[in-house]
């Protein structure tokens, strides 16, 4: 404010300034008029008047004395007349500077009244502006105020929560303590003691849940749990299987396994009552095709079978089919995008898997939807109901559907726990499967952490030893029509390419370049514009025009992806060689995109590894970016002739004996079944850095997860010479059992669900457990049939 009234006194001086300039300079002005005014009267300046006196006037001539008076008397009145003017001038200036005065007078009043307006003003807005400061600091006292309110009615309400947990811990620890007494009496009077545990790791704090939360769900008390720990133990036991069995006590005869009343398992002639339950479901169309164009193959199979093989005295099982894959839930569209290019291997597997439980004889229930599955287990509430309709003997779904049935069954799915077999097309390793393990060592996946035993997962190649092969069947076999037109095809100098989606085509150029070279190149192809022109497409066709490519094709040509697919063993299988193309560096989740998040960190040296172990001269190594590797491969390839070749263990008969013997052999329930038979053990003592595996393997052997547990002690390993003068239990590592040879000291594995076959330790010497197996039937020892 006080900068706005300086600046109005220096406006105004100046002004004043200026005014005295200009009535200074204005009467330098007239005069300096007047003057010139008066030096040239005579000019053309003269006076109106003066002229007309002197055009009125006689000419009169005069003496020169009187000439010369006569110009005087004349200059004279010009002078006077001038001065006159002079006067009349002053007069007006004069009136002039007043008016002017007047108006500057005017000026300074008005600009006084301005300053002393803004001088009021600026009282007025030092009042106003106190006053806004002082109103905001109200307005920040009242917020502060309201704050600590706050504070305070949040600590108040943080001591009053803490205060009623402290009442219910104390509540609990006292109910607790009651219980405690109580199971105590109970323990005195009624022997109700806790059991071994071994095998039932999860039952400690089942027990202690249970103390504290039997009365969250109705359902308890009405299975008889009432508080005391022998009802706990009773129902963890009997109900649930978390816990063992009390010493002395049965599973009731009506909550026994249904299994008896199902029948013997007969080896059927046909596939015709099973189509009804495929048609139902828009899920399984695909599936339900395969199998009706593979009915034949598979009911000349059973009876191959049943001839070779002693198949009767089976029981019929009650088994659930839920491929979670396929669920509406799990939003993969397989069913749907496999009549358009899309992946078939897992239908693959599952449609061969079908057809091998029906013919060996068992009752099939297919669900897809998780309402469906409720249904089928029949839960209520937290607990199982006494009495379902069907008690399904075992459970076949994927990793998908596992995580389903887990949702809807929630903590009663222990009960089922043993009875799963999950689908698991590239493996878990133990370590991922290991829930505290994965998170401990940050193995996390979306696939991981499921805490079976490893052997629950069925792997469509035998690619992980601590899992289990399941496997699925090559389709070379057709119908009499089709194999009569197929025996007339003629083998052409074509190459079938390996692909159906134009994607995995690109940046292949040059490596199909030299193979159209030797011999015409033809495609299955969902879009032509993105491969080479040369390239006879035939878009997506059927299973059985693919038969007649292979056929007619000489060489069947891998593009590096998709990994570990079925169609090279169909190459094969029709007589055509498979070019496979190598992976170096080897792919796996550490490297590759595709590989992310799946539960192991098994290497992938090549397209098709299973492919690769056949080798020559069905299957063709190439590194796809050396033209002179895949010149020499196809060099070889047209100056030899080959038969189809099918390993039995992918045929219907290898598939139906495989699976048969793990339904009969294969128990996961029952703590002491011991598979495979102990004859077939053999014991490796395997050095530093060298896996199980790899020992069990360059032995000519298989590592045998089954046998870990015997040798997992002192007295089992000294019968196979390793004298453990010290040892201790640990579950630290997943290399254990193993032992330092210096100082004989053994390390047993404290967890079963961590014993591996695939990891190495740079110091530790590993006891791996290996066994033999049938040739062409890698799941199977030879003592196993």
């Known amino acids: 404010m006080r900068k706005v009234t300086n600046t109005l006194w220096r406006s105004l001086w100046t002004l004043l300034g200026i005014g005295v300039i200009w009535v200074l300079s204005l009467s330098y002005f007239i005069l300096s008029d007047a003057h010139q005014e008066d030096v040239g009267v005579t000019g053309p300046h003269r006076p109106r008047w003066l002229g007309q006196a002197e055009e009125q006037s006689p000419k009169v001539t005069l003496p020169p004395s009187l000439r010369d008076h006569q110009q005087q008397i004349q200059s004279l009145q010009i002078q006077i007349e001038a001065e006159k003017e002079k006067g009349r001038l002053k007069d007006e200036m004069i009136g002039h500077l007043r008016s002017d005065e007047l108006q500057l007078h005017q000026q300074v009043a008005h600009m006084e009244k301005l300053v002393k307006l803004q001088e009021e003003k600026k009282v007025k807005t030092d009042y106003r502006e106190e006053f806004l400061t002082l109103q905001i600091k109200m307005a920040e006292a009242e917020k502060e105020k309201e704050r600590l309110k706050d504070e305070i009615i949040e600590d108040l309400r943080s001591d009053k929560l803490q205060l009623h947990q402290h009442i219910a811990h104390m509540e609990k620890l006292i109910e607790l303590k009651a219980v405690k007494e109580e199971d105590e009496v109970e323990i005195a009077k009624e022997r109700c003691s806790l059991p071994p545990l071994d095998g039932f790791p999860d039952c ?204 809807v069954l929630k903590a009663s799915r222990v009960n089922y726990r043993c009875k799963l077999r999950i689908l698991d097309t590239f493996g878990t390793e133990p370590d991922f499967n290991h829930v505290t393990w994965a998170q401990k060592h940050n193995l996390n996946g979306p696939f991981g952490g ?17 899992n289990t092969f399941l496997g699925f069947v090559v389709q070379h076999q057709l119908s009499a029509k089709e194999t009569e037109r197929l025996n007339s095809t003629k083998r052409q100098n074509q190459a079938l390419v390996y692909g159906k989606r134009h994607t995995f085509w690109e940046g292949k150029e040059a490596y199909l ?3 159209h070279k030797h011999m015409e190149v033809h495609g299955t192809v969902d879009h032509s514009a993105s491969i080479p022109s040369y390239v006879i497409n035939h878009g997506i066709i059927k299973g059985s025009e693919v038969q007649v490519l292979l056929r007619q094709s000489k060489v069947f040509v891998g593009l590096s992806f998709p990994y570990e697919g079925p169609a090279p063993l169909e190459a094969i299988a029709n007589g055509c060689v498979f070019l496979n193309p190598k992976l170096d560096p080897p792919r796996s989740s550490l490297n590759t995109q595709f590989f992310k998040g799946k539960p192991n960190i098994r290497e992938v040296t090549s397209q098709n590894p299973y492919a690769e172990a056949i080798g020559e001269p069905y299957v063709w190594m190439v590194d796809i970016h050396n033209s002179t590797d895949v010149e020499r491969a196809l060099t070889a390839i047209l100056n030899q002739t080959i038969e189809p070749h ?27 079944a011991s598979w495979p038979p102990l004859s077939a053990l053999r014991v490796l003592k395997v050095e530093a850095n060298t ?95």
């Open 204 to 407: 400690k704090a089942k027990l202690e849940w249970m103390k504290v939360s039997w009365r969250s769900d109705p359902c308890y008390s009405r299975y008889g749990v009432n508080g005391s720990l022998c009802s706990f133990l009773i129902y963890l036991s009997e109900i649930e299987s978390w816990c063992p069995l009390l010493p002395g006590r049965v599973i009731p005869a009506d909550e026994e396994n249904l299994e008896e009343d199902t029948g013997p398992a007969v080896v059927r002639g046909n596939l015709s009552d099973l189509y009804s339950s495929l048609q139902k479901r828009v899920e399984f169309r695909w599936i339900h095709q395969r199998i009706v164009s593979m009915e034949e193959i598979w009911v000349e199979a059973g009876r191959s079978l049943s001839a070779k093989y002693n198949v009767t005295g089976r029981k019929a099982k009650q088994i659930l089919v839920y491929p979670g894959a396929l669920t509406s839930e799990s939003g993969f569209r397989i069913a749907e995008a496999a009549f358009s290019g899309g992946p078939l291997g897992e239908l693959v597997q599952w449609s061969d898997l079908i057809s091998t439980l029906y013919i060996l004889g068992h009752h099939l229930h297919f669900s897809v939807s998780k309402l469906d599955l409720r249904q089928f287990l029949a839960f209520e509430g937290s607990c199982p109901t006494r009495h379902s309709e069907i008690e399904a003997s075992l459970i076949y779904t994927d990793i998908v559907g596992l995580k389903q049935i887990q949702e």
């Open 450 to 466: 499921l805490n079976l035993i490893p052997m629950q997962f069925y792997t469509m190649f035998p690619h992980t030893p601590d």
């Open 513 to 515: 370049d030299v193979i």
């Open 646 to 672: 099918l390993p039995y263990e992918f045929s219907c008969e290898g598939m139906l004996q495989r699976v048969n013997i793990l339904i009969e052999k294969q128990d996961f329930c029952n703590k002491g």
């Open 691 to 785: 896996s199980c595996k790899q020992a069990c393997q360059q032995a000519g052997l298989i590592c045998e997860p089954a046998f870990f547990p015997h040798v997992n002690n002192a007295k089992d390993l000294l019968i196979h010479g390793v004298d453990c003068q010290t040892s201790e239990l640990s579950d630290s590592q997943l290399v254990f059992p193993a032992f330092n040879r210096h100082r004989k000291h053994c390390v047993f594995q404290s967890d079963p669900l961590l014993f591996s076959c695939v990891r190495s330790d740079r110091s530790l010497t590993r006891i791996c457990p290996c066994r033999d197996y049938i040739k062409e039937q890698i799941a199977l020892c030879k003592a196993c049939i």
